[in-house]
């Protein structure tokens, strides 16, 4: 097979495109379906997610008067394609290495931008006050997380360049390879602040408790979402289910890629997945409350920030 | 008697002289007693002269008796009949006699000046005897004293002159009458008078026969017979008194006629030396324009007779002063030169005109009889007055001798120069004289000051000699730079605080003295030709100013500065010429100003005297500041009711400033005539001093076809303008599509980056003159502003084009100063002046520093192109260029608003009109980066730059410290763009941010980086243009300029908003459009750099960007909608097309990055750097290159495979719905409205905590 046949295929059909559009669903599912258990409850069906999905998709349109509708209904169109994008940005280990002509960890960091700005402007064009106040809270979240996982990105990026003879590199593939040789970073324990930033940053990017903030149902009514219905909603829910794809695989592949290659490779990914997906999601947005979005802007500003800054330090300084 | 006794005569005379002067002084209240206490005195005189002895003292005893009987009995006589008639002997009943008796009162005045030694008939000869014999003799202290009571004298002859024949009588007097025979009689003695003053040789003959001796051998020639060039001005003066008693009109015509020959006389004359010449030139032709001027500034005036006898009196022995061999003349000349303007000075006869007059008249003619009393002591000690004798003698002359004389006759012309501490004349003289007197007094006769110490001091003794002379501890250089820079900061100080017009120009004067002493101080031969060149070219640009304040006072009768608001749009010519001076004066391209300003820079620098150079800028930097206020208050002011009814100047006047301002523009585009002047001087200098002669730079500006093209298409638009706003405008888009296509024509004026840069430069300026035509379609003076919008881009482009120093900065302030200031005030609203004064000012500063490494550079490389600059850099030693170049860098840096300090103050300012804004943030700004990457190569690059101090982990440290001052820049500006609420403060900031990342990028230096960063410099002109642009629109809509005042837009201008978000999230770095393109090379070259820390910042930066681009888009396009938003339309053509073109290159760049990555390849290549590898559609090259046509595409066809999902619910139908406010419905859009200010509180309010009080209060519209 050519490379562009190949990267075509990864793209459109595994481990991105399609695939990772029902992979996104059934860790949905699934998400639901345990946290009902540890609530005493029953829950949904795994496939709940796709029912939603096509219920959405035959329900009425309906788009806020005075909205500009081409931004309105653009938006999360714009949120799924990038994610569905993103995906086939993140290697599996021992199973897929992305062309470099798609982009490199820097380019994957930007595009994960991507959906909390359509959710912003979703917001905004929805000329709804909770939109607005769901805008305004995403911003501030991500003006305060973004530092963090730069940081904790770049000393990942400058371990593996130090360990490979002094140039940073931004390519996943090398950093999963480094690791592959040279163990995870999940067991340096140089690498563990970068970690823990890492760790305090998904749920921030992904919006669940306890950074729910800018979607609240209980206080801004979904924020952004408030105005959306019909297909237009269900994109954004693929689009957040994508996106905890995306995050997830990045961490793996960050700090914690597995050594097995072929088909072993991808059972160890899903198993990963499925577990930070209980243990990372699920376990922490039942267990806690919500913080106001004062709390965490201050909050992210202090210790994922502190720990970034310590990891950088302690990758320079070890190297 | 013994010799001794004779001796103790003198000395007793001496004293007796003194005491009776002084006691003459003392009785100033009635004049009889001063008449007789004087005339006693005299006999002082007489004394010393028979006490001295020898020829020459007996017969100066004896021709003193014989002048002092006739001309004091021609006092006797006139000043008895005044009394009689008065019937008092106090003087004040005697005061304002003029008025009742002018015959009498003349002739009283005559007799006193002519007493005192000075009249149109020369002064008395007999005094000059008396006291050169005392020198003769050795008896210097006796001469001293003489001295001293003449100046003593002069205060009360003056004092009883004005009060007598000038003042204007307070009180009535009832005239008695008087013998009929006195008038006659008095006649008489004044004939008498003048003709034994012409001929002083038969008075001389008869009183040496009564001292016994036969011949008149022995004696010394004092003077030489007046040239022609003196003779006709002074004869034509007193004909020309005649023909005005017979008709005014004729008069007039005579007296241009008259000055017009003067000038072709002196253009024609072959006998004088370059230095004679060349003030001889200066002199008649400034007189010439007077002439012109007063044709329409006296038509009204009563005295025009004597005022023009005066002029014509005072341009004689100013040609006089030129033509003089020898010192008896020069000195004749000198006194009569100050005679005659005292004349002037005093011509309204107000009481501050003759108070004015009385200070500068004792003042100068205490000088010149201190000048007097060197010459003398030079006669003495080499025995001639020739110049030739002296110059040949002075070598050899006693030290002690030497300092005498020069300080003597130095302290003669620095009175008359107006040096502090010497000036207390100059500012009470200049502004009491009429106007039409008040320019050349600043323009020439200060100059006469100069014209001596170059001609006597450096031309006849020689700086050699004069520097042996007064070598015990005391250089004349030293002197004459501590003189001038004390007197420039001293006028200028002055003239800021100054709130009257005219008061502020002449203390504006002593400041150019001070800076044309100062340069003339350096001594050497370059320097020469500076300070002689800006002597020309202030005598030029001060005359004409003083001429438009003159005709602004005469129409309004007002003279404070406040009191002119507006008034340049009822008198457009003479303010416009007011502006053009002030701005040549300030030393700003492309006038005659900034070519002697760049000249005397360039001099002390080459000099090594940093601290002048230093000083003289500073001087510069506090003119900017009072020379801008006045043409704000012209222009940029609403006009004051009291200034309705005024008229233009009349058209003699107006031809007078046409004349000098035409010079100002020819100096300043051709420099070489009065160089080819100049230089002869400079080089005559240097071989008698045995220097080298002056290798001057080519100062000639040259213009690539587009940027003349461009300035001359200003020049059309400005005066189109005045028949059709909108031919104006549409010339004006058309001059820059057709400077596009001259850029095309002249590929090989310039560099490829320079011809890329070019390109852009004129294109760029196309769109958004297009968008301004339709942007100021119903504002006010709109040609004005295309004017200066247009000078700056020929500025712009001249600049590209620049291959050498003199040229790139010339450039540089053509299109970084008055045409960017002009543009920016535009809208004339305090803010806008107030901003835009300050980010002039700052401009200012940054070309200060660019100005002094420039010449410091050119100075030590000894050469100022480009080419050649690298390797003789690469030849000297990292200390002597360290200062130089990190100067230059400094300028640019701060052009770029880079400095992380106190950003608001170097960026430029919101109020301007948007389109400009836009530009200055797309294009002008980049000179900045521009400049960094061509002087760094043309430096001499890395080799050289890396001898500075070394190197950080490879990259030199001058680099090092700029991408550091980038990176924080990065994040400062980002933050601080986060934080503003106004439409365009939002955008302002946040170019500076994104110049930061273009900088950091070109810093490193790398292939990488440097490729980043000119991706990133066309990525961000596109992109922000286009935002700023759409500010415009929105803004000329809803006449608002803060974002709160917006909202719901989005609806209503769907294109505007569409270009907007594409921009704005481009720029914020989406990928994968162009802005995240060059942003994701610049990361990646900051990270390989080993700038990690440098890359994350710059990677949080775009964080800020995208806030703050978000928060506009909310604000203004989305969000709920504001009421004030409903009449909202969309953008007119005018706009849509310039800002869908940008937007289309960002397209086309962010799917091919290769379309500009090519070309930049090839500028790297040609800047001597490695290439960067790029094909036109390849991806992005890099370690990992990736390619954002791919990921484009890829979006792409996942959008087209989703859309039908999008509008699989259609079948449903859309429904438009109110959006849900939880029932309630009593609130209105206000109060639901989440508006810009509020938006982002929390971090708001972390930021603010983070920042220095004062900044970020956001407050700027």
């Known amino acids: ?319 | 008697m013994t010799t001794l006794d004779l001796m103790s005569l003198a000395w007793m005379g001496a004293i007796f002289l003194l005491c009776g002067e002084i006691g003459a002084l003392l009785s100033l209240r009635n004049p009889v007693r001063v008449f007789i206490v004087s005339t006693i005195a005299e006999i002082g005189y007489v004394l010393i002269g028979l006490g001295i002895g020898g020829a020459a003292g007996e017969t100066g005893a004896y021709m003193h008796v014989t002048y002092q009987l006739v001309m004091r009995g021609l006092v006797l006589i006139s000043g008895w009949y005044l009394i009689r008639r008065t019937a008092s002997i106090w003087l004040t009943d005697l005061a304002g006699s003029g008025q009742r008796m002018p015959l009498a009162a003349t002739l009283f005045g005559f007799g006193m000046f002519s007493v005192m030694g000075l009249s149109p008939f020369k002064g008395s000869y007999s005094k000059f005897l008396i006291l050169y014999a005392a020198i003769e003799q050795g008896q210097w202290a006796i001469a001293a004293v003489g001295t001293i009571a003449s100046i003593v004298a002069a205060v009360y002859y003056l004092i009883l002159i004005q009060r007598i024949c000038f003042e204007k009588s307070e009180h009535r007097v009832k005239l008695q009458p008087a013998p009929s025979l006195a008038m006659p009689l008095a006649i008489l003695l004044a004939v008498v008078a003048a003709v034994i003053s012409v001929f002083p040789a038969p008075v001389e003959q008869m009183a040496a026969g009564l001292a016994g001796y036969a011949s008149l051998e022995g004696l010394p020639e004092f003077e030489s017979p007046w040239a022609l060039l003196v003779l006709v001005p002074y004869i034509g003066a007193f004909a020309i008194y005649g023909v005005g008693r017979v008709s005014a009109r004729l008069r007039d015509l005579a007296a241009v006629a008259l000055a017009i020959a003067s000038v072709a006389m002196v253009a024609l004359d072959t006998g004088l030396d370059p230095t004679s010449k060349l003030f001889a030139l200066l002199f008649s032709g400034i007189i010439a324009v007077m002439v012109i001027y007063s044709v329409g500034y006296m038509a009204k005036e009563e005295w025009a007779n004597r005022y023009y006898f005066f002029t014509f009196l005072m341009l004689g022995s100013m040609l006089g002063l030129t033509t003089a061999h020898e010192f008896g003349n020069f000195y004749v000349y000198w006194e009569l030169m100050t005679w005659t303007s005292y004349f002037l000075v005093i011509h309204e006869q107000t009481q501050k005109a003759l108070k004015a007059g009385l200070v500068y008249f004792v003042m100068c003619a205490g000088g010149a009889y201190l000048m007097h009393y060197g010459m003398l002591v030079a006669h003495a000690e080499i025995g001639s007055f020739e110049f030739t004798a002296l110059a040949q003698g002075f070598g050899s002359i006693a030290p002690l001798a030497g300092l005498v004389i020069v300080t003597a006759v130095f302290l003669g012309f620095a009175v008359k120069a107006g040096m502090v501490p010497f000036h207390a004349w100059l500012p009470l003289a200049h502004p009491q004289a009429p106007s039409s007197v008040s320019g050349p007094l600043s323009g020439i006769l200060t100059k006469a000051g100069l014209f001596g110490i170059v001609k006597i001091l450096f031309g006849v003794f020689g700086v050699s000699a004069v520097a042996r002379a007064t070598g015990n501890g005391i250089d004349l250089h030293t002197v004459l730079i501590a003189l001038g820079c004390i007197t420039l900061l001293y006028g200028e100080i002055r003239a800021l605080f100054e709130k009257e017009l005219k008061r502020m120009l002449a203390f504006s004067t002593l400041a150019q003295v001070g800076e044309i002493t100062a340069i003339l101080g350096l001594g050497t031969a370059l320097a020469t030709d500076a300070a002689l060149l800006h002597v020309l070219n202030h005598a030029v640009m001060k005359t004409l100013l003083f001429y438009a304040a003159g005709a602004f006072i005469m129409r309004t009768g007002l003279r404070q500065i406040s009191d002119l608001a507006g008034l340049g749009k009822k008198m457009p010519f003479t303010a416009g010429v007011y502006a053009l001076g002030s701005v040549a004066l300030m030393g700003l391209p492309p006038f005659s100003g900034f070519i002697s300003k760049f000249l005397m820079i360039y001099a002390a620098a080459q000099a090594g005297q940093y601290a002048v150079a230093t000083v003289l800028l500073l001087g510069g930097i506090i003119g900017v500041v009072y020379y801008t206020r006045v043409i704000g208050v012209l222009f940029y002011h609403p006009s004051a009711a009291a200034i309705s009814e005024v008229k233009e100047a009349p058209v003699t006047m107006r031809l007078a400033m046409g004349i000098l301002a035409a010079a100002i523009v020819f100096g300043g585009l051709l420099p070489t005539y009065q160089l080819g002047l100049i230089m002869p001087i400079g080089d005559q200098l240097a071989a008698s001093a045995g220097l080298a002669p002056a290798v001057l730079p080519d100062l000639v500006m040259q213009w690539p076809l587009s940027a003349g093209l461009v300035m001359v298409g200003a020049i059309v638009v400005l005066l189109l303008g005045r028949f059709s706003v909108a031919w104006a405008g549409r010339l004006a888009v058309l001059t820059l599509l057709l400077a596009v296509a001259a850029v095309l024509a002249q590929p090989d004026r310039y560099d490829t980056l320079s011809f890329c840069f070019a390109l852009l430069i004129a294109g760029v300026g196309a769109l958004n003159m297009l968008h301004t035509t339709a942007y100021l379609a119903h504002s006010h003076a709109q040609p004005r502003f295309y004017f200066a919008f247009l000078v700056m881009i020929a500025g712009l482009l001249g600049m590209t084009a620049a291959t050498d120093l003199f040229n790139f900065f010339a450039f540089w302030e053509l299109m970084s100063a008055w045409a960017l200031w002009a543009a920016i005030v535009h809208e004339e609203t305090a803010v806008a002046r107030r901003e835009g004064f300050k980010y002039f000012l700052f401009n200012t500063i940054g070309a200060s520093l660019l100005f002094l490494g420039v010449t410091m550079v050119a100075a030590q490389s000894g050469t100022f192109l480009l080419a050649a600059l690298g390797d003789a850099l690469a030849t000297l030693p990292a200390a002597t260029i360290a200062p130089a170049i990190v100067l230059v860098f400094l300028g640019m840096v701060m052009k770029a608003a880079q400095l992380p300090i106190r950003i608001d103050y170097q960026m430029h300012p919101a109020a301007a009109p948007t389109p400009v804004s836009g530009y200055i943030s797309a294009v002008l700004l980049k000179s900045g980066p521009w400049g960094v990457l061509k002087l760094f190569v043309a430096f001499g690059g890395a080799t050289v730059f890396a001898k500075l101090g070394g190197t950080v982990a490879g990259q030199p440290v001058l680099l090092y410290a700029i991408s550091i001052i980038a990176g924080i820049t990065i994040v400062y500006a980002g933050v601080m763009a986060v934080i503003q609420n106004s439409i365009k403060m939002v955008l302002i900031y946040s170019t500076v941010s994104q110049l930061g990342y273009v900088l950091l990028a070109l810093s490193l230096g790398t292939t990488l980086g440097v490729a980043g960063g000119l991706l990133h410099f066309v990525n961000h002109m596109l992109l922000k243009d286009t935002l700023f642009l759409v500010a415009g629109a929105i803004m000329v809509n809803s006449h608002a300029t803060m974002l709160d005042e917006l909202g719901g837009l989005g609806r209503k201008m769907p294109l505007t908003f569409g270009l907007f978000l594409f921009s704005g999230l481009s720029l914020a770095g989406v990928p994968p459009l162009n802005g995240f393109s060059s942003k994701w090379m610049i990361f990646e070259a900051s990270f390989q750099s080993g700038h990690w820390l440098l890359g994350a910042m710059a990677m949080i930066g775009s964080l800020f960007t995208l806030a703050a681009v978000l928060k506009f888009a909310h604000a203004a396009f989305m969000g709920t909608p504001n009421p004030r938003s409903e009449s909202a339309r969309e953008a007119p053509v005018a706009m849509l097309i310039p800002m869908g073109v940008l937007s289309l290159g960002s397209l086309a760049l962010g799917l091919f990055p290769g379309l500009a990555l090519v070309p930049i390849a090839a500028i790297m290549s040609d800047l001597g750097m490695t290439p960067i590898a790029a094909t036109l559609t390849g991806p992005l090259p890099g370690l990992d290159g990736w390619s954002p046509m791919l990921l484009s595409v890829l979006v792409l066809v996942f959008g087209l495979i989703l859309l039908p999902w999008l509008r699989l619910g259609r079948k449903a139908g859309v429904v438009r719905s109110n959006a849900h406010v939880c029932g309630v419905g009593d609130l209105s859009d206000g109060q639901t409205r989440l508006g810009a200010n509020s938006l982002f509180e929390t971090p708001d309010k972390a930021i603010h905590g983070l920042l220095p009080k004062g900044i970020g209060s956001g407050t700027q519209a």
């Open chain 1, 1 to 319: 097979m050519s490379t562009q046949l190949t990267t075509l295929l990864a793209v459109f059909l595994f481990p991105g495109g399609l695939f990772a559009l029902v992979l996104g669903l059934s860790l949905k599912g699934l998400d639901r379906r345990v946290a009902a258990r540890l609530q005493g409850r029953i829950g949904p069906p795994l496939a709940q997610p796709f029912f939603d999905l096509v219920k959405l998709g035959f329900k009425r349109t309906m788009v806020p008067a005075t909205a500009s509708q081409p931004v309105f209904l653009g938006a999360p169109l714009v949120g799924v394609v990038s994610m569905l994008v993103a995906v086939a940005l993140v290697p599996v280990s021992g199973l897929y290495s992305p062309d470099p002509m798609l982009g490199n960890l820097i380019v994957l960091l930007y595009l994960l931008m991507v959906p909390a700005i359509v959710l912003m402007i979703a917001g905004s064009a929805s000329t709804s006050p909770y939109g607005a106040l769901g805008f305004s809270r995403e911003m501030t979240l991500m003006l305060a997380y973004e530092a963090p996982i730069v940081l904790a990105v770049l000393a990942v990026a400058l371990r593996t360049g130090m360990g490979q003879g002094g140039v940073i590199t931004f390519s996943l593939t090398d950093i999963i390879a480094y690791q592959r040789s040279h163990g995870m970073f999940l067991l340096d324990p140089v690498m563990w602040p970068a970690l823990a930033a890492f760790a305090l940053f998904f749920p921030a990017n992904l919006g669940i408790i306890p950074f729910d903030i800018p979607e609240a149902e209980t206080e801004v009514l979904e924020g952004p979402l408030l105005e959306y219905s019909g297909p237009a909603l269900g994109l954004f829910k693929v689009m957040s289910a994508l996106k905890a794809v995306v995050v997830l695989s990045l961490g793996i592949a960050l700090f914690m890629p597995l050594p097995f290659d072929g088909i072993w490779g991808l059972v160890g990914w899903l198993v990963q997945l499925a577990v930070l997906m209980e243990i990372g999601v699920t376990v922490v947005r039942l267990s806690m409350g919500r913080m106001r979005i004062d709390q965490a802007f201050g909050f992210f500003l202090k210790w994922p920030l502190l720990l970034a800054i310590a990891s950088v330090v302690t990758v320079t300084i070890v190297a």
